[in-house]
């Protein structure tokens, strides 16, 4: 059963961070691109990063230098550890695979590429 769950959303203030967390089951997680995005209330979903099959990573602008992607393939598992948290940041965060990832080049940070889903976490960025 292939299945994503993501863990590790909260409330947090601004400044600080948190690091989501991305379980996979039923995936060969290096055969695939995996990545994060996130929906903000009334707001269209959006790319927030990405990595290969190389663990080559990309970075939405808004988020670069404050957000970090890393995979373990032996435990299935992805993570986006996110500092300098902002108001901004306040979405449901998810993780998507695309399977089979792309091999050379860049992950892509548009939605429709990617065919399996999480359920989402929350994070709420707020004093």
């Known amino acids: 059963q292939l299945q994503l769950v993501e863990s590790g959303g909260g409330l947090v203030q601004p400044g600080g961070s948190l690091r989501l967390s991305c379980a996979a089951s039923?995936?060969?997680?290096?055969?695939?691109?995996i990545g994060w995005f996130r929906q903000a209330p009334g707001k269209e979903r959006e790319g927030v990063s990405c990595?290969?099959?190389?663990?080559?990573?990309n970075y939405a602008d808004s988020v670069k230098g404050r957000f970090t992607m890393s995979r373990d393939n032996a435990k299935k598992t992805v993570y986006l550890q996110m500092n300098s948290l902002k108001p901004e940041d306040t979405a449901i965060y998810y993780c998507?695979?695309?399977?089979?990832?792309?091999?050379?080049?860049?992950?892509?940070?548009?939605?429709?590429?990617?065919?399996?889903w999480g359920q989402g976490t929350q994070v709420t960025v707020s004093s």
């Open positions: 998507a695979v695309r399977s089979p990832g792309v091999l050379f080049g860049l992950c892509a940070l548009s939605d429709n590429v990617y065919g399996y």
């Open positions: 039923g995936f060969t997680l290096d055969l695939t691109n």
């Open positions: 990595i290969s099959r190389r663990g080559n990573t």
